[in-house]
């Protein structure tokens, strides 16, 4: 987004991650942050990927199927466990 200078502004939202037409996994293993953080480009940086979901408590299948389709408890809080838990 942009200010009304028109200055370039962090989105600090969870919508940044590309939920809305993406899924939880595809949102972090492409995310630039966190996917490089957990070398997702590696095999092990899956495994880590993997390890962190089951950490914030989504199964692979929930966090495989679109956004959209998540529980809506699963998505309310998934910022406040992405902050807790992500690296």
């Given at each position: 987004s942009?200010?009304?200078?028109?200055?370039i502004l962090r989105d600090e939202s969870i919508k940044s991650l590309l939920l809305t037409n993406w899924n939880l996994w595809d949102s972090l293993f492409y995310?630039?942050?966190i996917g490089s953080k957990l070398?997702?480009?590696?095999?092990?940086?899956?495994?880590?990927l993997k390890e962190l979901l089951a950490k914030m408590g989504y199964p692979l299948s929930s966090a495989k199927q679109p956004y959209s389709f998540m529980s809506?408890?699963?998505?309310?809080?998934?910022?406040?466990?992405?902050?807790?838990?992500?690296p």
């Open positions: 942009t200010s009304a200078e028109g200055h995310s630039q942050y070398e997702c480009h590696l095999s092990r940086g899956e495994n880590k809506v408890n699963s998505r309310r809080n998934l910022k406040s466990l992405l902050q807790r838990h992500a």
